[in-house]
């Protein structure tokens, strides 16, 4: 008989990581048996690529050969999904490995020879510890969330992970990964063009020098700028039907009007200028600002 739950509903992808056929092959029938799909990768480089395309949202790595480098990708992994979900498979001899592998954030030790069944029970504690959505819970007709972003653009790709693990994980997988981008391109706006105040030419400039990371260190420096923050607020209304995202920052604006009038049309060929907001409404076409350029809303409907 099937173990399931509400939770397993949400969870559509297991990441494999193992280079053990037999293992494998248990991995990708206990998965079936909780309706997962199953992508393999069989060593850390290809894991890490993986994990990065798919945005799954379980992982089981085999601890097998050098512990250091497949601790290293567990760390790698939970730190760049936090909401993804780890189960590891030890040897049963190195307690230590199983030990270090729960402190560095696994949800799940399962030894080796792995048991099918004992696989099983990990994955449904794992879809246990998964987000769950408001639909799961009819009583609630509306949720939001506010979050408050420091300036920094090198957390730009955990913030839009979160997001995407907290408020969007009713959208099909398809339109997830097309979110995913938009926000990563619409909170680096907001980062760097509103927070730190860096212009265009300023950046194309600066990244042809190779001496962008200096520009950004220097900005994130000057007390003009690195006290602002970006405010990103989701409104998810099931009465209504929409997905709403709200991205502002503490700079002066721009002259937004031109680019959203252009995104109608591809953009000329070597102009990369307005580039991010061409993206962010080719996915979702209802992206509107506010009057000064400092707020963009996109709004996506559920039905």
Not at 56 to 64: F, G, K, S, W, Y
Not at 74 to 86: F, N
Not at 206 to 212: G, H, S
């Amino acid at each position: 008989m099937n173990q399931t739950s509400s939770a397993s509903r949400l969870a559509q992808t297991l990441v494999a990581v193992t280079s053990s056929a037999a293992t494998q092959s248990i991995l990708v029938e206990q998965a079936k048996r909780y309706g997962l799909s199953v992508i393999a990768a069989s060593d850390r480089t290809t894991a890490l690529s993986t994990v990065e395309m798919a945005v799954p949202d379980i992982v089981a790595v085999d601890l097998e050969g050098s512990d250091r480098d497949h601790l290293r990708l567990l760390t790698a992994i939970r730190t760049q999904h936090p909401a993804c979900a780890v189960i590891v498979i030890a040897d049963a001899a190195r307690p230590q490995t199983a030990l270090d592998a729960l402190r560095a954030g696994a949800v799940d030790v399962v030894t080796v020879p792995v048991v099918p069944e004992e696989f099983g029970r990990a994955i449904h504690r794992a879809l246990s510890t998964l987000p769950r959505t408001v639909d799961d819970t009819a009583a609630i007709e509306q949720v939001e969330h506010t979050i408050v972003v420091i300036p920094d653009p090198a957390h730009v790709d955990t913030v839009a992970e979160w997001l995407i693990q907290t408020t969007g994980l009713t959208l099909p997988a398809t339109q997830r990964l097309h979110l995913r981008a938009m926000l990563h391109e619409l909170i680096l706006n907001a980062i760097e063009h509103g927070s730190l105040d860096i212009h265009f030419r300023e950046k194309e400039e600066a990244l042809a020098r190779d001496r962008y990371d200096e520009l950004l260190r220097r900005r994130m420096q000057d007390s003009r700028f690195n006290q602002r923050r970006v405010t990103v607020r989701v409104l998810y209304d099931k009465r209504r039907q929409v997905l709403q995202y709200r991205i502002k920052d503490e700079g002066k604006g721009f002259q937004w009007k031109s680019y959203l009038n252009r995104t109608m049309e591809a953009c000329p060929p070597g102009e990369s200028n307005g580039r991010g907001i061409f993206l962010a409404r080719s996915f979702f076409p209802n992206l509107t600002y506010n009057e000064p350029g400092n707020e963009v809303t996109v709004t996506i409907p559920l039905t």
